[in-house]
């Protein structure tokens, strides 16, 4: 039996849709932010350059510390740990971005940018 993600059938669709063109962008813009949380690489998202360039912070986790839901020290699955209305509230409050899913698709555009790159 498969694990149900959201229209995107088993795991290893999910995998093959991932690594597609755009696959992590679909990804991205169709499931609900607790599936994101749990199904995309936030490690290799939510890098320090990223949250430099485009959120005020150096870091997820001092983006986790200055809402006191976590430490600065703390890597990007911490973001797992926090309920999602509290990251909302932080995310919204303090970045560009209205939510945290949309934080979330914007550092898969920008990954996938770096990608084909080649950097």
Do not use: C
């Amino acid at each position: 039996m498969g694990l149900n993600l959201g229209g995107f059938g088993d795991l290893k669709g999910l995998i093959e849709k991932a690594k597609s063109p755009g696959g992590l962008m679909e990804i991205a813009k169709s499931l609900p932010l607790d599936q994101l949380l749990q199904k995309l690489p936030l490690d290799n998202l939510l890098t320090p350059e990223f949250m430099q360039k485009y959120t005020p912070f150096q870091s997820i986790g001092e983006l986790l510390e200055k809402a006191g839901l976590g430490s600065a020290g703390d890597s990007a699955q911490k973001i797992t740990e926090v309920p999602q209305d509290k990251l909302d509230n932080q995310v919204k409050e303090t970045t560009s971005f209205g939510s945290m899913q949309q934080l979330l698709q914007k550092a898969v555009e920008y990954y996938q940018s770096r990608q084909s790159d080649g950097k």
